[in-house]
């Protein structure tokens, strides 16, 4: 069955590679795994095909997402970005962003009211933009200074002239609109959208309700009783456009706290070993809160499971000096080009502590063919997943900590350029000392004269030659009368 699951998840791998003009190809059994603990079936499953199912685990953390991966992307999508708020995706914007991400999450779903089940496909684009920069011309995208007429200036300042500004950070809520940001309106709502209850709200924004927000007419306001977001129902042909102006006194949304902050570093020094460090905070002062680490380490990542330890900084008073932070090890060695790492560590950190895990490992040497093109930059490490245990049963949440860049023992790669070039010059020597040897013909000093008049065979030659010359003037009348016969050479 084993080797079943695999064969079918390199065919999805395959597959979902040329749907997406992706490199999904290359996620082989060297970047795959097989999670325990840090992924839950979702969706509906039938009791008798969850011993059956197979979840494997797959990572390419050097491909980034790219313009080529929208197009089919957006093919996917019921009105495929000709409508809805899809059509604001133009590739130029979306990855001209600080961040960006894109997901797409299948799961079965079995509606009572059919007798089939069904595949529910979730799309997702994450994106981060800066206003400012986005607001800038394609065609004068340099920033430019702001005019010293909008500059505030603090007056209190005794160097405060004419000639002096000390600017006053400002405090007011910056103008924007979709146009500006996104270079267009969105083009209608699409025709499949629900035309009543929530699902028909296909535009939200999170801003205070004091905040002013001007839309194109034809669309729908609906203000939340939280008081802190609005969504919006589309017109159907018309297109929609969202402007807020700038605005003073506005106070900006509370952000709730994040249940866990994570982060995830290199240690140690030189081209032979280092060492791995995540460190963890719970900024719940009441609440400890437990989690599942899930690494999918390289094959030429060797760590060592002895070294692997967790302790406790900035502990709260309340917490025990020794606290056992470490619930549950699972843990997978790799094999050399055939499979990765595998590390799952269930954690519990007490409130407002935090923890720190860490172990050693080994840098293995490559073959030079294994080597990218650039392999002075590194290699990338796939980012850690954080599952977040709830406390009762409900959604679960993930963490990613950044990717890391690991520096491997790299060969000198000029060095088969000069052995090529040697070789080439002690070859072309070789061969044209042998072929001297092999056809050229060495005589001595009193054979040279002869061989350089042409031997007695050519001399001969000479003779028949001039006869028969002579004969053929003396035929013609053309030669001389008195002839003297006499050889050459004489």
């Known amino acids: 069955m084993t080797s079943q699951a695999d064969a079918r998840w390199l ?5 979902l590679s040329g749907l997406f003009c992706a490199s999904l190809n290359f996620i082989d059994s060297t970047r795959t795994i097989r999670p325990v603990k840090s992924f839950q079936p979702e969706g509906h499953h039938l009791d008798s095909t969850l011993p059956n199912l197979h979840l494997l685990h797959g990572t390419l953390p050097r491909e980034p997402v790219c313009t080529e991966n929208l197009t089919p992307f957006l093919k996917l999508l019921p009105c495929k970005g000709k409508a809805g708020i899809s059509s604001l995706l133009d590739g130029h914007k979306l990855f001209d962003a600080s961040w960006q991400s894109m997901s797409i999450d299948v799961r079965p779903l079995c509606p009572e009211d059919r007798d089939e089940c069904i595949l529910e496909i979730d799309q997702t684009v994450d994106i981060v933009l800066d206003i400012d920069r986005s607001k800038r011309q394609r065609d004068n995208p340099i920033p430019r200074p702001i005019p010293l007429e909008e500059l505030v200036c603090d007056t209190s300042k005794p160097y405060s002239s004419n000639e002096a500004c000390y600017p006053l950070d400002d405090d007011s809520e910056q103008a924007w609109s979709l146009t500006e940001i996104f270079g267009r309106a ?280 001039g006869k028969v010359k002579r004969g053929v003037e003396l035929w013609f009348g053309t030669g001389k009368e008195d002839v003297t016969w006499t050889k050459e050479g004489e």
């Open 11 to 15: 065919t999805l791998t395959n597959a």
């Open 186 to 465: 969105i083009k209608g709502s699409c025709p499949l959208t629900e035309t009543t209850g929530p699902a028909s709200e296909t535009v939200c924004i999170e801003v205070p309700h004091s905040r002013d927000v001007y839309t194109s007419s034809g669309s729908v306001e609906n203000k939340y009783a939280d008081g802190l977001s609005r969504c919006y129902r589309l017109p159907e042909n018309d297109g929609f456009d969202m402007v807020l102006p700038k605005q003073r006194g506005i106070k900006p949304n509370p952000l709730a706290e994040p249940p866990l902050y994570a982060q995830r570093s290199f240690t140690g020094h030189g081209q032979e070993r280092g060492g791995v460090q995540a460190v963890f905070t719970n900024p719940s002062r009441m609440e400890p809160v437990s989690f599942v680490y899930l690494e999918s380490l390289p094959w030429f990542m060797k760590p060592y499971l002895h070294t692997l330890h967790a302790t406790l900084s900035n502990r709260s008073p309340t917490v025990s000096a020794s606290p056992n932070l470490i619930d549950e090890i699972h843990y997978r060695p790799a094999l050399d080009r055939h499979r990765p790492t595998h590390l799952e560590v269930l954690l519990t950190v007490p409130p407002n502590s935090t923890a720190t895990l860490s172990y050693d490992f080994d840098k293995a040497i490559l073959r030079y063919t294994e080597y990218p093109p650039d392999a002075n930059r590194g290699f990338d490490v796939a980012p850690a997943i954080i599952r977040l245990l709830p406390a009762s049963p409900g959604s679960t949440s993930y963490l990613r900590t950044p990717s890391l860049l690991l520096n491997l023992p790299t060969p000198d790669f000029s060095m088969p350029y000069n052995v090529i070039i040697l070789t080439s010059t002690v070859m072309a020597l070789a061969f044209g000392f042998v072929y001297n040897l092999l056809v050229r013909r060495f005589v001595g000093v009193d054979e040279a004269k002869s061989l350089a008049g042409g031997g007695p065979l050519r001399a001969a030659l000479r003779l028949v030659r």
